[in-house]
């Protein structure tokens, strides 16, 4: 079963526009990361969130934790056809070992 | 400074081969963890190397094996071959094994199962 869910699965927006995507997760977690995939590639790391942050940003990416609802969000303002890719959420479990779960991911499409 | 490397990019077999996959980790890097992929779903956990051991494992069956080498570059081994081991399995590198930081991924490798 898979721990982080993203919503949407799928994404088709306008250069310029901003993209959100959101991820939830099932139980309590220490950290939660995105990654972006360009077209059946290698993940890229983006961002980590750790339990007791609400919010983080890098460059044009914002990411907001909120652990009571138990969900994440990623933000990418100001799209551009490069950002086209699948994003992943992927939580830990704590407790034990930390075995990262992904989701199934948002599939982004930023038309020029 | 050369990041993750995998090799072959792809591969096709049949069913019941065995089949072995490479990764070289980022320099600097002595852990490894291997990933399947399965088309239009997230990466799955298999395991993960450090010091020349299997230190975690996800839900895969023994047939998936693995080693680690004193250079840390590491294999997977996959024996008896199912149509259902058709995926794109990433190898990923840290520099500790601490699996909730920050790992580097390789562009993996596409293996079909015939």
């Known amino acids: 079963s898979q721990q982080g869910e993203e919503d949407p699965q799928a994404l088709s927006i306008q250069e310029g526009e901003n993209a959100t995507m959101n991820c939830s997760y099932k139980t309590s977690i220490n950290n939660l990361q995105w990654y972006r995939q360009n077209s059946g590639r290698g993940l890229v790391h983006l961002i980590l969130i750790r339990s007791n942050e609400r919010e983080k940003h890098s460059g044009r990416l914002r990411v907001t934790l909120d652990t009571s609802k138990k969900s994440s969000s990623l933000l990418i303002t100001a799209s551009r056809a490069a950002d086209t890719a699948s994003y992943f959420c992927?939580?830990?479990?704590?407790?034990?070992?930390?075995?990262?779960?992904f989701g199934r991911g948002t599939s982004l499409i930023v038309h020029p | 400074d050369a990041g993750v490397t995998q090799s072959p990019t792809h591969l096709i077999k049949t069913r019941g081969q065995q089949v072995t996959l490479r990764c070289s980790p980022k320099?600097?890097?002595?852990?490894v963890s291997w990933y399947q992929q399965a088309l239009g779903q997230g990466p799955q956990f298999i395991f993960q190397y450090y010091e020349e051991e299997e230190r975690q494992r996800g839900n895969f069956p023994d047939r998936f094996s693995g080693h680690q080498f004193p250079n840390y570059s590491s294999e997977l081994n996959v024996n008896a071959l199912l149509l259902g081991d058709s995926a794109l399995y990433l190898c990923a590198s840290s520099e500790l094994p601490q699996l909730h930081e920050e790992q580097f991924f390789g562009p993996g490798t596409r293996l079909t199962v015939l």
């Open positions: 320099s600097g890097h002595d852990t």
């Open positions: 992927a939580t830990d479990r704590p407790g034990g070992s930390y075995i990262p779960t």
